[in-house]
């Protein structure tokens, strides 16, 4: 006998009251420090039903602030700032992680402050243009080849955020290893060409993911720990490769054996991008003994099927939740949903953000 999504199931050490997730999405509205601001409270504390929340990318450094306004986890101050947010997302019991999110290659030095450089396994640029607030859409750059110094620092600065996530009150972190970023580009032979001991083979592309992985583990927990994945995507230049099946398959096994609490899997076909091969999902879902959240376009319908087939524990929803603060309501009583403000997503303040309308 299958759950409903809107029953309780465990997350770890959690009991979550539904197996509803709020998908994490850049919004862009901390400062210019990085600092959240008062409005992130109230956005997230309205959206509170979900099981549980997945913050929007936050960067982990100063070198992985890759777009403009958005938040960090380095320093004490946006640790402070952090607090009030977590408070109020956590105000109906809704369990809460922070998704640590170096952009690596994807970033541009009018989003990133004084002294900060745009890193990357290799020194292959991303074709293309990004958004800056002082210049407008600009090229991206080409990032600088990761010394050994840089990776070591960056696992560092990935461990300090994980802690930094904790003390603001969060119940754990996501690991973005999805969209393109700097953990999917150690990964990809694309924008990968090491020789060293970080690149070349499966093994050593996923080297740097999976220490992350151990030293945020041994820092913090693993019941604290999940990371989220996107094989096939296409996001920021990514795309599938002779190897993709055996290198997420081997991470499962490792992520496995390292203790991590979930692997939150997105699909974005329905965005337009490759359909991830059903065999392929089957086979990572096989291969992953605790909790597993699938999200990318789902509708209360299909959410559920998926628990139903056992190809998800809990279902993350995105762009409804961001149109929907009481998503879970309206997909409960079959209510009309909100259609999101494409125009809004990442401007500053409050419309489009905590301006939708609930029911009632």
Same mark, same amino acid.
Do not use: C
């Given at each position: 006998?299958?759950?409903?999504?809107?029953?309780? +199931?465990? #997350?770890?050490?959690?009991? #979550?009251?539904?197996?509803?997730?709020?998908?994490?999405?850049?919004?862009?509205?901390?400062?210019?420090?990085?600092?959240?601001?008062?409005i992130m409270a109230t956005y997230y504390g309205q959206r509170d039903t979900a099981g549980m929340i997945i913050t929007e990318g936050i960067a982990p450094s100063p070198n992985g602030r890759g777009?403009?306004?958005?938040?960090?986890?380095?320093?004490?101050?946006?640790?402070?700032?952090?607090?009030?947010?977590?408070? &109020?997302?956590?105000?109906?019991?809704?369990?809460?992680?922070?998704?640590?999110?170096?952009?690596?290659?994807?970033?541009?030095p009018s989003n990133m402050p004084a002294g900060a450089k745009i890193v990357a396994p290799s020194a292959i640029a991303l074709a293309g243009q990004m958004y800056t607030d002082a210049d407008g859409m600009q090229d991206y750059p080409v990032p600088q080849e990761m010394t050994e110094a840089d990776i070591q620092q960056a696992k560092a600065e990935i461990v300090t955020a994980a802690k930094n996530a904790i003390a603001a009150g969060f119940d754990g972190v996501e690991l973005h290893s999805a969209n393109g970023y700097l953990l999917e580009?150690?990964?990809?032979?694309?924008? /990968?060409?090491?020789?060293?001991?970080?690149?070349?083979?499966?093994?050593?592309?996923?080297?740097?993911?999976?220490?992350?992985?151990? !030293?945020?583990?041994?820092?913090?927990?693993?019941?604290?720990?999940?990371?989220r994945i996107?094989?096939?995507?296409? &996001?920021?230049?990514?795309?599938?490769?002779?190897?993709?099946?055996e290198t997420y398959l081997a991470l499962m096994a490792a992520l496995d054996k390292i203790g991590l609490v979930y692997?939150?899997?997105?699909?974005? &076909?329905?965005?337009? /991008?490759?359909?991830?091969?059903?065999?392929?999902?089957?086979?990572?879902?096989? +291969?992953?003994?605790?909790?597993?959240?699938?999200?990318?376009?789902?509708?209360?319908?299909?959410?559920?099927?998926?628990?139903? &087939?056992g190809a998800a524990d809990l279902v993350g929803f995105g762009r409804?939740?961001?149109? /929907?603060?009481?998503?879970?309501?309206?997909?409960?009583?079959?209510? !009309?949903?909100n259609a999101p403000d494409f125009a809004t997503f990442y401007t500053p303040g409050e419309k489009g953000y905590t301006d939708y309308p609930t029911l009632g």
């Open positions: 006998m299958t759950s409903s999504i809107f029953e309780p +199931a465990l #997350l770890g050490p959690h009991q #979550l009251k539904n197996r509803i997730v709020m998908n994490p999405m850049t919004r862009s509205r901390a400062d210019v420090d990085a600092v959240p601001t008062p777009y403009a306004r958005i938040p960090g986890l380095w320093n004490d101050t946006q640790v402070a700032a952090w607090k009030p947010v977590t408070t &109020a997302a956590k105000a109906k019991g809704a369990v809460v992680f922070a998704q640590l999110m170096h952009t690596g290659r994807v970033s541009h580009q150690f990964l990809s032979p694309d924008t /990968n060409k090491r020789t060293d001991g970080w690149g070349g083979s499966v093994a050593k592309r996923s080297r740097f993911l999976l220490e992350v992985a151990q !030293e945020v583990v041994a820092a913090i927990g693993g019941d604290k720990v999940g990371i996107s094989p096939y995507g296409t &996001a920021s230049g990514m795309a599938a490769y002779a190897e993709v099946d692997v939150h899997l997105v699909d974005h &076909a329905a965005m337009g /991008n490759p359909a991830i091969p059903a065999d392929f999902r089957a086979k990572l879902r096989a +291969a992953w003994p605790r909790t597993f959240i699938v999200g990318g376009s789902l509708d209360a319908a299909s959410a559920q099927a998926a628990v139903d &087939a409804a939740f961001l149109a /929907n603060p009481d998503l879970v309501a309206r997909m409960q009583t079959g209510a !009309e949903l």
